[in-house]
């Protein structure tokens, strides 16, 4: 049995649909992510889990039983709101032992042992020389951390987490992105967590599902949300630098399948006939390929793309360079070789038929990934 | 088909329990406010007078009558040049004395403190201050002789009474007006200011166009407050001179009141309170439209 | 603005505080002067400054022997009781009312957002109407009903006054409170209701106190309705102080030693609003 089932759900506000026909399933223990970005509904969607917002149809189930009509203090789980809402006027300690005394779970903890739990979620957090601060004499990291410590102090069924890293510093979020999950793996918690940087959602989830506008666009590992991105909104949110795209007209022929870049005037081989594009002979493609698989070359050759390197960042473990081509369109190529002798020159870039996915341009659908994704 | 909710969702519950608490404070201004003030409209069209157990409709007589009623427009008039004036002196020195306020020196909250005063205490009482030192042996006087100026009985004489109110009133409301514009003041961003500075503004410009415009709505919240209020001023004008010297300073409100309590005519008086009223509320809406389009940058 | 201010703008500045100052405090000082002195030294001219001060005019206020045939009618004490009874349980009862309903007008969902502020905006034109629009006629109805002269239709009269202030400020003061902050109770394991005292409660309590504060002075000043509505028993010192001056007796002396003591209570607990004191007075519309 599932610890959380999540069955077509669906929330609006007026006019608004933010949540639409939503569904997914939470084994014990297992971190879901909700990965989308600003508006996509992930924020309305855990609030209707967690009872604050009212559904307008579907089910949610804690352990099979049906809490839809449960209101938030009978739910049995946490929530970390995005913008902390720690008590102002309580202490870390006051502020962490709070849902421990509720009259409710009075039979469960005396305040020992809430002393024990707290110091121990305080230790895990490293705030426990913070406990007797209030909220208004602490950084934005040791609020995140105290507000974290108060959704982790109880033992609920579920952990509702909105996006608890964003409003860190980059160093900080950097740091709590691991440590969040070794948390998570410690306490055996139940977590749908919430996000809009992919970074978090990959090394996070067990299972992601990306939104848009309050619809499931995927939902799979993250290997798979990565390489068998199912639709070109996927494929544009996960990647930094985002994926390039381009316009392609499939060509089946007779030995060798071959996609037109007709815009650039190149041309990227397939080794093989791909069968089952024939029905997208002469049709117009999206073909997406990943920075770290584009291949920089001083060799002309007319299948390549024609370009000036215009650009080289230096991150810090390889190059972003940036190329123009024709239309003035900018692609974005990862590397670990510094090409800055090559700047303001032309340059060929390579693609291998191998690393594309095409999409439908319609409706963004994926249409093909390459053989070695 | 209508969609029937059987269970009603617990956030819908809770909602409803919520709401409860509204009723007490809807249905005792209800009693107590409404159903008066929609039987005195009523009543205005009858020939109710105090003491009077035959009431009958007159319909719009009581406001004919009151339209060629020349104490009426003489109460009307009053109304008029003691707000005006009033309103005049108020926003103005007021403003001034908020400015004054607002400057960053040693001692201000002293100032600020004292400016409190009378605020707090009951107008009627400040009035009857001002009574006790403006007779004709009064010390007022005894101090403006020093600067040459005669004694005059400020509050009998027909000719000095109603601007001798003004200067009440504006005793009373002018540390109101005065606090406003300081929060206004206090509560200026420096960035604009810095920018201007890097820019090289004018100090007039720096005025024109930075100051004035995040200052303009407290100007209007003070004016709407002062115009409402100050059209209905009655405590002070009948702790001091009771409408007179004559009627020279009897503004509708306390016109109304007169003619119900010392003539008994009621409903006549009833109808007049209401064309306050409306004018009150006419053009007071007009200014609160226009203040919440000065604030909506705000949102 | 500007930090660096020359003497010389420093200077005149300062004395134009002093000035208004002087003008604010003139009248104050004057009156408990007056108060001080005995009848004689109060209609004299030119104006005493220096005189022999006594304590007497606030004991008359105090013991029923008082001076002159009109006096017989005058209790100060009386006037003051009634003050403070009356502006208390008003007090009281608006805060109650007001506040409970300033939570839900801030939190409640409604079907129509309009309802919301069409009750907010009823309520306060109780405050800006012409008083006399409400009390003619309920001068009638309170008359119908023996109940003219009546504490207790005062302390409801009262509420026309301090429901609408009541919860137009607690409005204020609890749409500070984030909801989210509200939401976190409710989800670590509070009803509303326990969330409200634990949480939402504290956060406001400084604001509520400044709402208490300026009710009870709002009532305690309150002329009109006490006049229209109350009578001889129900008298408070607004409409009591009248009283010291009349066709038979000008008791001026007494008169600023009442006004005096009507005052003090205010000026000493608006000391403690200080902070809300904007706010206050423009019914949250201005945060200060």
Redesign the interface.
């Known amino acids: 049995m599932y610890r959380l089932e999540v069955k077509e759900i669906s929330k609006n506000f007026g006019k608004v649909n933010a949540v639409r026909n939503l569904s997914f399933n939470c084994k014990e223990g297992e971190t879901v992510v909700l990965l989308g970005p600003t508006g996509a509904g992930k924020t309305t969607t855990l609030r209707c889990l967690a009872g604050l917002e009212e559904l307008n149809s579907g089910d949610v189930l804690l352990d099979g039983k049906n809490i839809n009509n449960f209101s938030p203090d009978h739910r049995e789980v946490a929530m970390f709101f995005e913008n902390y809402a720690l008590y102002p006027h309580m202490t870390v300690y006051e502020n962490m032992a709070y849902p421990l005394s509720a009259p409710n779970r009075k039979n469960e903890y005396n305040k020992k042992k809430i002393r024990l739990r707290v110091q121990e979620i305080a230790e895990l957090l490293q705030i426990s020389e913070l406990l007797d601060r209030k909220p208004n004499q602490l950084s934005g990291g040791q609020k995140q951390r105290t507000a974290l410590g108060r959704t982790l102090v109880r033992k609920p069924k579920v952990f509702l987490l909105d996006e608890p890293i964003a409003h860190l510093d980059a160093v900080l979020r950097h740091r709590m992105r691991g440590e969040m999950k070794s948390i998570f793996h410690k306490l055996q918690c139940t977590v749908v967590y919430v996000t809009h940087d992919y970074k978090e959602a990959l090394s996070i989830g067990d299972k992601i599902l990306v939104i848009r506008d309050g619809e499931l666009v995927q939902l799979g590992t993250a290997d798979e949300i990565w390489s068998k991105m199912n639709n070109v909104f996927v494929a544009k949110l996960v990647g930094d630098p985002p994926i390039n795209i381009f316009k392609g007209i499939f060509q089946p022929g007779e030995n060798n399948s071959k996609i037109e870049l007709y815009e650039h005037k190149s041309t990227i081989n397939f080794n093989s006939t791909i069968k089952k594009l024939e029905e997208w002979t002469n049709k117009k493609t999206l073909v997406a390929i990943r920075p770290t698989d584009i291949i920089i070359s001083t060799v002309q050759n007319p299948n390549s793309i024609r370009g000036t390197l215009s650009a080289i960042e230096a991150m810090s473990s390889s190059f972003e360079i940036t190329v123009m081509v024709s239309n003035n369109k900018m692609i974005k190529i990862k590397s670990k070789v510094n090409f800055n002798n090559l700047l303001d020159k032309q340059i060929w870039l390579n693609i291998n038929s191998d690393k594309i996915h095409l999409f439908n341009p319609q409706n963004g659908e994926s249409i093909y990934h390459g053989r070695s994704l | 088909m209508s969609k029937v909710k059987i269970r009603k969702s617990a956030k819908e519950v809770e909602n409803s329990k919520l709401k409860y608490f509204l009723w007490p404070a809807i249905i005792i201004p209800l009693c107590i406010g409404i159903i008066p003030y929609f039987t005195g409209i009523g009543l205005s069209f009858t020939n109710w007078k105090l003491a009077l157990s035959n009431i009958r409709f007159v319909g719009l007589r009581n406001y004919i009558e009151m339209f060629s009623n020349p104490d009426f427009w003489n109460a009307a008039k009053v109304t008029i040049s003691f707000s005006g004036l009033s309103l005049l002196v108020e926003i103005v020195f007021g403003f001034f004395v908020g400015w004054l306020l607002s400057v960053n020196l040693k001692g201000q909250a002293f100032f600020r403190s004292i400016i409190l005063i009378p605020l707090m205490v009951a107008p009627v009482l400040s009035a009857l201050m001002w009574k006790l030192m403006l007779p004709q042996h009064g010390v007022i006087n005894y101090l403006l002789s020093f600067i040459g100026i005669n004694a005059v009985s400020w509050l009998s004489n027909p000719h000095t009474a109603l601007i001798t109110l003004v200067v009440i009133d504006a005793y009373i409301n002018l540390p109101f007006v005065a606090i406003i514009i300081l929060a206004g003041f206090q509560s200026l961003p420096k960035e604009p200011y810095e920018a201007a500075a890097v820019d090289g503004a004018s100090k007039l410009f720096i005025f024109k166009k930075i100051t004035f415009p995040l200052i303009t709505p407290l100007i209007l919240l003070a004016l709407i407050f002062r115009f409402i209020l100050s059209l209905k001023t009655f405590d002070i004008i009948y702790a001091t001179t009771g409408g007179g010297p004559g009627n020279v300073t009897t503004n509708l409100h306390l016109f109304a009141y007169i003619n119900t309590f010392k003539y008994g005519q009621a409903a006549k008086s009833t109808a007049v309170v209401l064309i306050l009223f409306l004018i009150i509320f006419i053009v007071s809406s007009k200014l609160i439209k226009r203040w919440t389009k000065a604030t909506a940058y705000q949102k | 603005?500007?930090?660096t201010?020359s003497i010389k703008r420093?200077f005149v500045?300062?004395i134009?505080?002093i000035i208004?100052?002087v003008?604010?405090?003139f009248?104050?000082i004057?009156?408990f002067l007056?108060s001080l002195k005995c009848p004689g030294d109060i209609?004299c001219?030119?104006?005493k400054f220096i005189f022999k001060a006594s304590w007497d005019n606030y004991k008359s206020l105090f013991t029923k022997s008082q001076a002159g045939a009109a006096a017989s009618t005058l209790n100060f004490s009386r006037y003051y009781l009634n003050s403070l009874f009356v502006a208390g349980c008003g007090t009281l009862l608006s805060l109650?009312?007001?506040f409970?309903?300033g939570?839900?007008?801030t939190?409640?969902?409604f079907r129509k957002e309009n309802t919301r502020e069409s009750?907010a905006f009823?309520?306060l034109?109780?405050w800006?109407?012409?008083?006399?629009?409400?009390?003619?006629?309920?001068y009638?109805?309170f008359n119908k009903f023996g109940l003219l002269d009546n504490h207790f239709a005062l302390i409801?009269?009262y509420?026309?006054i301090g429901?609408?202030f009541a919860?137009w400020m607690s409005r204020s003061f609890f749409s500070d409170v984030?909801v989210?902050?509200e939401?976190?109770?409710?989800?670590?394991?509070?009803?509303?209701m326990?969330t409200f005292w634990?949480?939402t409660f504290?956060?406001v309590k400084s604001g509520l106190a400044a709402t208490a504060i300026l009710t009870f002075?709002f009532e305690?000043?309150?002329?009109?309705f006490a006049?229209?509505i109350g009578g001889r028993n129900t008298m408070p010192?607004?409409?009591g102080?009248?009283g010291f001056?009349s066709y038979e007796a000008a008791l001026?002396g007494q008169?600023?030693a009442a006004?005096i003591l009507?005052?003090v209570p205010?000026?000493i607990i608006?000391?403690f609003v200080?902070k809300n004191?904007?706010r206050g007075?423009?019914f949250g519309?201005?945060k200060?």
């Open positions: 603005m500007e930090d201010i420093k500045y300062y134009l505080l208004v100052a003008v604010v405090l009248p104050f004057w009156i007056t209609t001219y030119p104006p109650i009312i007001g409970g309903a939570y839900a007008l939190r409640a969902k009750v009823t309520l034109s109780f800006f109407g012409p008083e006399l629009a409400i009390i003619l006629p309920l009638i109805f409801l009269a509420q026309l429901v609408p919860v984030p989210t902050v939401e976190a109770s409710r989800i670590d394991g509070y009803t509303p326990q634990n949480i504290p956060m002075i305690w000043n309150n002329f009109l006049l229209v010192v607004t409409t102080a009248l001056i001026w008169m600023a006004i009507s005052s205010q000026l608006a000391m200080q004191m904007v007075l423009t519309a201005v200060g």
